[in-house]
Every structure is written in structure tokens, then in C-alpha cells.
């Protein structure tokens, strides 16, 4: 697939997106369904907002997917990875509006994660084997634990993605960037319907920044995070652990470094605090930054330093040992929490994303 080809697929993906997002979030606000309502206490948008923004970029896909597919002639030869992630995706949409419509228990959500993330390995036998020369010690092979690391990563990835959708635009720009970053880096974008994710995603994007104005705005929901958060999760796994893409797995974790980064963080210090990791607060990377940024400058730093590192780790890899990309993201790692945790930032209130 030239650059050329790619690019159509990419414009076709996105007015795909645009048509059904003005579709759906027109369905939900005349039928009162799947609205956020802001209540000052932990959701803070202006107007009442259709959550109808991953269900939109799923039906895009499908649609621009189906385009793809007949004008190629490729009906019968669907890759088995790609058709399993699309069985995957559209189960995980429908699980996760039930929490958009009704929260669920944590417990419940991460069980879905958990069978979601066992049933792609299940059908697929795309796991993660190999972590690469780590520590310049060798290959490190995972063997038995391969399967249950593979679990634990896309339901953290997962996790990671819906917890710093906070503002407009981040959630799906990190994903977007980690996509982009995957592709071009490994040479995915090139053999796949990657790129029509990416496009879809666009479409979202451009009612969620508000380019149609903010009455037309739309979010994820936690159906949509989700979503995002496993096609990052398992682009990396896919794209680092086939032999026929040339990338290391440590690079990939500087795709996702804020949000895991993010994640991480909140974990310890909400656990350490006596309280559920799932709690609701705002002590987010974001919430901090708006403390000093706009929302719209919150957004962008976060989207250019999150670009940056992932170009940053490619250049690692290019150039030296893997382990040296290690100990420099264990030292990123180190500046970050010193940053974010010990800075004077100052948070309050709650959000409505843990």
C-alpha cells in the first residue's frame, strides 16, 4: 500500500466518521440517551453532551472497512488478527455502554478486559514472548508467563487510556499518536486497515475539540476510551513480537508513556493514601497542567511532549543498544514523578474518570 493509496483510505475513513458522529450523537440528543449531563461537582463541559464518540468510531470503521475490503477484492482474505480485533472491539463497545449507561463495578469492568484480552490470544496466538535485550543481558523470553503478561499489559494499557480521559481531545490524540507512531515506525500502517482506524478516530476528533462548534460536541464515553486502549495495546503487541515488523517492545512503551506513566502514578498515590485506585480525582496529569495551562494548552503539551517521545525512543533504537533506551525511560521515568507528584501543582475536586 503506497502513501498515496493510504491517503485516500485515510479521507474516506474520516468523512465515514463525520457522517455517522452527526448521526449518532443527533440520535441521542432527540431520543435523551447516552447524555452527560454537567453537574459542577465532577463533570465540568458547558452543555449537556451525547457519549456516543467511541460507538461512532467503531460503526466508521466497520463501514469504511467494508469499502476497503470490496474495492480490493479482499472479502475472503481477511487477516485473522484484524477480523478477531474487530470481533473484540464491537463486543467491548457493547459491554462498556452498559458503564456509560449504568456504571459497573470495577470488578466487573476488569473482568471484561480480562476476557477480552484472553479470547484475542485464544484465537489469534499473538501473545508477547520476547521483551527484547532489556538490560544487556540477553534476550528475555517469557515462556509460560508470556500469556497471563500479555493479559496484565493490554488490561493496564486499557485502563490507562480511560483514566486520562479527561479533556477533550486526549484520550483519542494519545491513541492517535501511539497508532501513527506504531505504524510508521514498524511498517504496520502499510499492510493494514491501521490507517482507517486512525481515520475514524479523526472524524471523532473533530466534534470532540469542538471544530463544529461546541453544541455539536461528543465524547468517548468509557466505551470509546476502552476501545482505544485496546487497539493501542495490541498494535504494540502485534507490531513488536511478528517478525515481519522490525521494532523493539521497549520502544513501544515510549508510545504510551504519558498515559501509562499517568496511570501508574495514580495507582501508588491513591493506594498509598488509604484510598480504591479506581477512585475519582482529579490529580491527573492534566488536572495539574490546567492549573497553570489553558485546556487547550493542557491538550497540546501533552500531545507534542507524547509525540517527542516517541520519535525520541524510534532514535534510541536506531541508533543504540535497547538497554540503553531502558535505563533512559527509567530515568524519564524518575523526572516525571518528581514532577508531577513533588511540583507545586495544586488539584481539588473530583472528575468523572478514575
Not at 465532577?42 to 467503531?58: D, E, M, Q, S
Amino acid at each position: 500500500m503506497t502513501l498515496t493509496i493510504i491517503f485516500d483510505y485515510l479521507i474516506i475513513s474520516i468523512i465515514a466518521s463525520i457522517a455517522i458522529n452527526t448521526i449518532l450523537r443527533n440520535f441521542a440528543r432527540n431520543n435523551n440517551f447516552l447524555i452527560d449531563i454537567p453537574d459542577r461537582s465532577r463533570k465540568f463541559h458547558k452543555n449537556a453532551t451525547p457519549v456516543t464518540g467511541g460507538l461512532g468510531i467503531i460503526v466508521a470503521l466497520l463501514i469504511s472497512g467494508k469499502i476497503y475490503f470490496d474495492l480490493n477484492n479482499l472479502n475472503d482474505y481477511v487477516p485473522d488478527f484484524t477480523y478477531q480485533l474487530t470481533i473484540c472491539s464491537i463486543a467491548l463497545v457493547f459491554f462498556f455502554l452498559i458503564d456509560d449507561i449504568k456504571e459497573l463495578k470495577t470488578s466487573g469492568r476488569i473482568f471484561a478486559q480480562i476476557l477480552l484480552s484472553a479470547y484475542m490470544i485464544y484465537e489469534t496466538g499473538v501473545s508477547i514472548e520476547t521483551l527484547g535485550n532489556l538490560f544487556a543481558f540477553g534476550e528475555i523470553k517469557l515462556g509460560f508467563m508470556g500469556i497471563p503478561f500479555t493479559i496484565f499489559c493490554v488490561v493496564g494499557v486499557m485502563n490507562a487510556f480511560n483514566m486520562i480521559d479527561g479533556i477533550n481531545g486526549l484520550c483519542a490524540g494519545c491513541g492517535m499518536l501511539a497508532l501513527l507512531l506504531v505504524g510508521f515506525s514498524s511498517g504496520l500502517i502499510y499492510d493494514s486497515t491501521l490507517i482507517l482506524i486512525i481515520g475514524s478516530m479523526i472524524g471523532f476528533l473533530l466534534f470532540n475539540l469542538s471544530i463544529f462548534g461546541e453544541k455539536r460536541g461528543v465524547f468517548l464515553g468509557d466505551h470509546g476510551s476502552n476501545m482505544i486502549g485496546f487497539w493501542v495495546a495490541w498494535s504494540c503487541i502485534y507490531a513488536s513480537q511478528n517478525q515481519m515488523y522490525d521494532i523493539e517492545p521497549m520502544t513501544m512503551i515510549w508510545f504510551v508513556a504519558i498515559p501509562l506513566l499517568d496511570c501508574i502514578g495514580l495507582l501508588f498515590s491513591r493506594i498509598s493514601k488509604g484510598l480504591s485506585w479506581s477512585t475519582p480525582g482529579r490529580d491527573h496529569i492534566h488536572h495539574k497542567l490546567m492549573n497553570k495551562f489553558s485546556q487547550e494548552q493542557t491538550l497540546l503539551i501533552i500531545l507534542i511532549i507524547s509525540l517527542l517521545l516517541g520519535v525520541f525512543g524510534i532514535y534510541l533504537e536506531k541508533v543504540f543498544s535497547i538497554w540503553i533506551s531502558t535505563m533512559l525511560f527509567v530515568m524519564f521515568t524518575g523526572f516525571y514523578f518528581v514532577f508531577s507528584y513533588y511540583s507545586n501543582f495544586e488539584t481539588s475536586g473530583n472528575d468523572k474518570n478514575v
